[in-house]
């Protein structure tokens, strides 16, 4: 072995180091995650570090010196983009994007290059992946306009350090991260030490110089970005795009946030010409939902701020084994479990003997417990073959003993389903007084499931 070269081994999970294999991760508890990496050990004088640094304070402040005068955020051109950023980007932030392969992650961040570079921002788009006519061949079906935006092909850390020292763009774009390598470290590119080498120096790129950087990040079957989850910790914000390869809606999800809440979501939607926001989710979710249908109920989720209607779909048939099967697809599949024992023990509803199927329509994922109540209608009303008024929407929690607990911001819950026009609601019954304002809609408020029940 080459004199400096040694070989060491790297958890996937969050990037610890030992000098031998171990089947336990000391620091994060995972089995298996170690693997042997090599790596090269210089002296800390023969590091390069392309003459960026961190612009910190070499001496303790209080925060009374420090002046948020020039914090100001840059909107993307997509409100829905900035409401998941918390309000637009900030100078010298770290953003990684991660997604499944084809979900639209390059289209995006092509199209947020675009609305920058029109609004007279100075950007560079990075490419490890595509050539320049690949890229070209995108950028004209979304409909490039002109504007201060580069492109470069490259994957070489030490060349990008140059030209971006040498263009000083306000927004990079680094696609992807797993294709990037740095020379002094041994390893291939997309392994554990060339995937956190790279992202360190995007980073002190970043901070020492104000740059807004994207990092695109290839997504492993098991719906993480691929490589150590230290790359996570390191950047400022995690934006995942979820959705069905085969359906044209895409749900912006953010899962960190230094400078925003991780609660909010954007809705896209894949079109010819690139993706398109969806300002009402509402709308798309609930279209095209049966009216005389049973097993169908709209209820009320909340993401951050944003009320959104969905419906909730149940299916409930005769169990032709001893073992009745239970499915959920876009929802906890014990809560579902668990609101079923409710059902069968506090209503007295043989679910035992039938199969039970719990869908959340539109391919989106919410576990909020305002969706129990109406889980347990979507449920009762398959079981009775009774459809439920397609003009009411349910929500509310509901506890082991079959209460219906209050639920949070459930004024601008009822809010929605007016301004969607629905004429009733089935809510909490102590939600009531914070709810006695809204106008065009009938109220009924309910403790407990059987007057849920009762109500329908």
């Known amino acids: 072995m080459a004199k400096g070269k040694i070989t060491a081994f790297f958890c996937k999970e969050c990037g610890y180091e030992s000098a031998k294999w171990m089947g336990q991760c000391p620091a994060c508890r995972q089995w298996n995650t170690m693997v042997e990496e090599p790596v090269v050990r210089k ?61 639209g992650k390059s289209t995006i961040l092509l199209q947020v290059c675009r609305n920058l570079a029109e609004q007279n921002h100075k950007v560079l788009y990075i490419s490890g992946e595509e050539s320049l006519k690949q890229i ?79 990092i695109v990040g290839h997504v492993t079957k098991e719906g993480v970005v691929a490589g150590p989850k230290v790359l996570e910790h390191m950047v400022d914000t995690v934006l995942y795009f979820e959705g069905d390869r085969n359906d044209n809606y895409r749900i912006l999800r953010s899962v960190k946030n230094r400078f925003g809440s991780t609660n909010e979501i954007g809705v896209f939607e894949m079109r010819e010409q690139g993706l398109v926001q969806v300002e009402n989710p509402s709308e798309y979710l609930l ?30 048939t005769q169990s032709n084994f001893g073992m009745p099967r239970r499915t959920a697809a876009g929802t906890d599949y014990n809560r579902v479990n668990l609101l079923m024992a409710v ?37 009762v009303s398959s079981l009775k073959d009774k459809p439920v008024n ?4 349910i929500f509310g929690e509901v506890g082991l003993s079959g209460e219906v607990r209050a639920v949070s911001m459930a004024e601008q819950r009822v809010n929605e389903a007016v301004k969607m026009g629905f004429e009733y609601c089935i809510l909490p019954k102590v939600c009531l007084s914070k709810c006695k304002n809204a106008d065009g809609i009938v109220l009924y408020g309910v403790s407990n499931v059987k007057e849920a029940i009762g109500v329908l």
Do not use: W
Not at 49 to 74: I, N, W, Y
């Open 43 to 103: 002296e800390p004088s023969a590091r390069k570090t392309g003459g960026f640094g961190l612009s910190v304070a070499s001496r303790p402040m209080k925060l009374s010196e420090v002046s948020l005068d020039d914090e100001k955020r840059t909107g993307t051109g997509f409100t829905e983009l900035d409401r998941v950023l918390g309000g637009g980007l900030v100078a010298g932030s770290l953003i990684l994007v991660g997604g499944d392969p084809g979900i």
């Open 343 to 379: 059902m069968e023990k506090r209503c007295h509803l043989a679910m035992s003997r039938y199969d039970a199927y719990v869908n959340i329509a539109g391919g989106i994922k919410m576990n909020e417990p305002a969706l129990d109540l109406a889980i347990i209608m979507a449920l």
């Open 390 to 393: 397609p003009k009411c929407m």
């Open 136 to 214: 070209k061949i995108r950028a004209n079906r979304i409909g490039m306009a002109g504007g201060d935006l580069s492109f470069l092909c490259e994957t070489s850390l030490d060349r990008i350090e140059e030209v971006i020292r040498q263009e000083k763009p306000e927004i990079a774009i680094i696609d992807s991260i797993q294709t990037m390598y740095r020379e002094d470290v041994a390893s291939a590119p997309g392994s554990v030490g060339q995937v956190r080498e790279s992202t360190n120096v995007l980073l002190q790129i970043a901070k020492g110089c104000g740059i807004t950087v994207f």
């Open 287 to 316: 279209s095209g939902r049966p009216e005389e249908a049973s097993g169908a109920v709209v209820a009320c989720s909340l993401e951050g701020t944003r009320p959104i209607l969905l419906e909730v779909q149940a299916l409930v």
